[in-house]
């Protein structure tokens, strides 16, 4: 098989797609999917083991096609020098991290078997290639990157700046510290500007009350802010999508 087939089979494509690439999209999406099915289990059954096994062998193959085919997607750059960039391309760096844990390089000690776990559970971000919609969306994302970056600085001043007032100014009965250190303070001030609002720390003062009740209001417009802009730039992607597919 030429390389330039296996490049348009394994490259997710929106306008000339075959049924071999769909098919294969829908292989390895599947294939993630089961990869990850372990993770929700404490035990490690023997059927587990295989389909991690089974799972990564795709992966690997899948990782060997791109870097093969590395000069066919990276064609700005010289071809020998695509096949040397590939590998550090931000793609490929969390297709190797998310086989890495099931070839054994890691020790399998408790606290590496945890970390060992969690590097696992980056194959779920293996997705963003293989689905369109979440593809639009991190699209969106780049697009209005500045505006989201924007609102993001404000509601990491805000919630500091909550946690200074509230880390000196809440106090509990008899003198006892609500925050007991600045750490409780910035997760109450996070809990509370997100309108969630677990209740396990919580001001007693009325001075602490009425701040909360400040943050509470002003985390609506804080998270509402970027949800309109993402939504309406989603909207004019689909537009523009659709607008492709009629010409």
């Not at 020098?81 to 391309?89: E, Q, R, V």
């Not at 309108?195 to 998270?223: C, H, K, N, Q, W």
């Amino acid at each position: 098989m030429k390389r330039a087939t296996v490049f348009d089979i394994i490259e997710y494509d929106y306008e000339h797609r075959s049924f071999w690439s769909t098919a294969y999209d829908a292989l390895m999406m599947v294939l993630i999917i089961v990869s990850i099915v372990p993770l929700m289990f404490r035990e490690e059954t023997v059927t587990f083991v295989w389909m991690d096994r089974i799972a990564v062998s795709f992966f690997i193959i899948d990782y060997i096609l791109r870097w093969l085919t590395a000069d066919l997607k990276h064609k700005t750059v010289k071809p020998w020098l695509a096949f040397i960039i590939h590998p550090f391309t931000p793609m490929a760096i969390l297709d190797l991290v998310s086989i890495l844990p099931s070839l054994g390089f890691l020790w399998r000690t408790l606290k590496m078997l945890r970390i060992v776990r969690l590097m696992k559970t980056l194959r779920l971000f293996r997705f963003l290639r293989y689905s369109r919609q979440i593809q639009v969306i991190v699209k969106v994302i780049q697009k209005e990157r500045k505006i989201l970056f924007a609102v993001m600085c404000f509601a990491v001043f805000y919630i500091f700046i909550t946690a200074i007032i509230m880390f000196n100014a809440e106090a509990g009965e008899e003198g006892t510290a609500v925050f007991a250190t600045f750490f409780d303070a910035l997760y109450w001030a996070t809990t509370t500007l997100t309108t969630v609002g677990y209740g396990d720390i919580s001001p007693v003062s009325e001075l602490g009350r009425l701040i909360s009740m400040i943050s509470a209001i002003f985390g609506v417009a804080v998270i509402a802010l970027p949800s309109g802009v993402i939504t309406a730039s989603y909207l004019d992607e689909l537009r523009e999508l659709k607008k492709q597919r009629e010409e």
